[in-house]
């Protein structure tokens, strides 16, 4: 299994952005996925995650507000929608993937994840 995210770059706070992740190699209808971010010098930090079928989703509260996943199984992608953008989001986002066909089981732990993408670079200028 391969993840690819595309759609990071710099940006002025307030903008939007949307990131990409897509997987090859396996079924993308059977992982559950989720969207993490490491800012310089901290830890990896969850961001948000979806279930198989996209109707199970948990969103870190630091985003909530501002940020939405979403997948389509047919283009086997994965999205974040990014919105008002501020320089506290400035991190590498990577996608994660576990296979799972759970509808009410949420993964939110780094640990729980076996596939990683390399990670999109996301800028936030003030």
């Known amino acids: 299994v391969q993840l690819k995210e595309s759609g990071g770059g710099s940006v002025q706070a307030g903008t939007s952005l949307v990131l990409s992740c897509e997987l090859s190699g396996g079924i993308f209808s059977s992982y559950a996925m989720g969207w993490f971010r490491q800012a310089p010098g901290k830890e990896r930090e969850f961001v948000a995650t979806i279930n198989w079928i996209g109707n199970g989703k948990e969103v870190s509260d630091s985003v909530k507000d501002r940020f939405t996943i979403s997948r389509d199984n047919d283009k086997h992608t994965l999205y974040l929608q990014m919105n008002t953008l501020s320089p506290q989001d400035t991190a590498v986002y990577s996608c994660?993937?576990?296979?799972?066909?759970?509808?009410?089981?949420?993964?939110?732990?780094?640990?729980?994840?076996?596939?990683w993408g390399q990670g999109t670079q996301v800028t936030v200028s003030s």
């Open positions: 994660a993937a576990r296979p799972s066909y759970s509808s009410t089981y949420v993964y939110t732990n780094s640990d729980d994840y076996d596939f």
